[in-house]
């Protein structure tokens, strides 16, 4: 039994037209107009409905470990689908004394497989850059994993790298096509800043962006760019968050240099005065790089538009608020022991679509760009993200007539606070397909736990293309 979806409005990164959509088994298998119904189809009228292909989201912690306090895992992973994004890509660190292939299947066995609602696949993280874990690195391309991250910030922590890791990773990746991305915060100017506003009694949330002003993310970010050009290699910035380091991306790319980057929906959309609200409420928007203004988000908006960056992601880190984020509050403590990350899973298409494309700021080919069709691209994910026949049945039915409003009570991340909470919501993903299988109607999760699979990489993904 096929699926036909009739009279909807497809939408691909390239343009917008009138057609139906059939799949039969797990893929799309026609795109055309009055495709003919064959005897026990399930038939949907789409008609004033837009037919999108399932969101790529390649930045969500379900494994994250902050000052010992661990994220939601993948058992909330509905969220995603009822959210509109049928494929995951998750950071996984390298566990200390265990290799990055070793660390990547134990966990992928243990914590996703038979488990996840919607596919997965997974970025390696190096903690431990000795010689033969660098040396490891083109043979994770062989195994379905070409992309790897290493974190800039977070000095003293184990998940720190240290310029020289960075350099050899970008030696090294290359060869094999595997894409270096990098969290890039200078930790050490964060480290002086922070021991300074503690000293000074400054510890409420809201310091946490003093202490990462946008002079830190850019200077990482052009350190980064140069130790690329060195290894004359890509590289990839994740989550850019203000105007200083975007302007770093589009010179380098200006020169002819290989440097991509991604935003994610909360900084478009949420400002540093978030962190200044009452009662240690501020808590809920920690996270790194920090929130920034009016005069940032502008611009992200700007570079998202004109594809100086390529990718929106969540950065979901699904930490309580209750529990986990007043690890900071107290005698003794400070917006440095704030778990840093926060819930973005299932409203990210939601935020672009409703303050994005109902705006005017983004077109919905735009949309689908940045949120399916690149961010499979740049991690080899080769029949995801995409509406073309033989591609994936990922298949996401959008009602833009639907109104209504953002909060935890309607969320499934499974934390006790949304930061989007009260947004207005215009549209929704109202009926969704993982690879032909429906997963969520009228809006609400109808899958089943352990539904997604694992979907391996190609290696040279976009970031090698140009």
């Known amino acids: 039994m096929g699926v036909l979806i009739k009279n ?30 064959k005897d026990g189809d399930e038939v949907i009228d789409a008609a004033g409905k837009y037919i999108l292909p399932g969101g790529v989201d390649q930045h969500v912690h379900f494994s994250f470990t902050y000052n010992g306090s661990k ?34 299947e134990n966990y992928k066995a243990s914590d996703a497989d038979g488990i996840a609602m919607v596919d997965y696949a997974f970025h390696s993280v190096m903690t431990d850059p000795r010689e033969e874990v660098i040396e490891e690195i083109p043979k994770m391309a062989e195994a379905g994993y070409p992309t790897m991250k290493l974190f800039m910030a977070y000095k003293g922590m184990f998940f720190h790298a240290d310029d020289d890791a960075i350099l050899k990773a970008l030696q090294k990746g290359k060869e094999a096509g595997v894409t270096i991305m990098v969290h890039a915060e200078n930790a050490d100017m964060i480290d002086v800043l922070t021991k300074q506003l503690i000293a000074e009694g400054k510890t409420a949330p809201y310091y946490h962006a003093v202490s990462r002003p946008p002079v830190v993310e850019a200077e990482a970010t052009r350190r980064a760019i140069y130790l690329a050009e060195l290894a004359d290699a890509p590289i990839y910035i994740v989550h850019v968050t203000c105007r200083e380091a975007l302007e770093e991306i589009k010179q380098a790319y200006s020169r002819g240099q290989a440097v991509y980057g991604e935003t994610c929906a909360h900084y478009l959309v949420l400002d540093t005065e978030d962190l200044a609200k009452p009662d240690f ?21 700007e570079a998202v538009d004109r594809k100086w960056l390529n990718a929106i992601s969540s950065d979901h880190c699904g930490f309580d608020y209750e529990n986990q984020k007043h690890m900071g509050f107290g005698e003794g403590k400070s917006f440095a022991d704030i778990p840093n990350g926060a819930p973005g899973l299932q409203n990210r298409i939601n935020i672009l679509w409703t303050y994005g494309v109902c705006q005017g700021k983004l077109s919905p080919s735009r949309l689908v760009d940045l949120c399916c069709t690149m961010p499979a691209k740049i991690n080899g994910l080769q029949t995801k993200g995409r509406i073309e026949t033989g591609c994936d049945g990922d298949i996401v039915i959008f009602d833009p007539d639907y109104r209504g409003t953002m909060s935890v009570k309607n ?44 979907v391996p990489g190609k290696p040279f993904g976009a970031a090698y293309k140009g």
């Open 71 to 104: 994220v939601r895992g993948f058992e909330t992973s509905d969220a995603a689908a009822v959210g509109g994004t049928t494929t995951l890509i998750e950071f996984v660190n390298q566990e200390k004394g265990k290799g990055l292939i070793e660390t990547l």
């Open 411 to 454: 969320n499934l991340e499974g934390v006790d606070y949304s930061p989007f909470e009260g947004f207005e919501q215009k549209g929704r993903p109202d009926t969704v397909f993982l690879r032909g299988q429906k997963i969520v109607e009228s809006g609400k999760y109808i899958g089943q736990k352990g539904q997604g699979k694992f």
């Open 8 to 37: 909807g409005t497809v939408v691909t990164a390239e343009s917008e037209f009138q057609s139906d959509v059939y799949m039969e088994g797990e893929t799309i298998a026609a795109i055309g107009k009055n495709l003919p119904q």
């Open 281 to 301: 409420e501020g808590a809920k928007y920690v996270c790194s790089p920090a929130l920034r203004t009016e005069e940032h988000r502008k611009a992200l908006w």
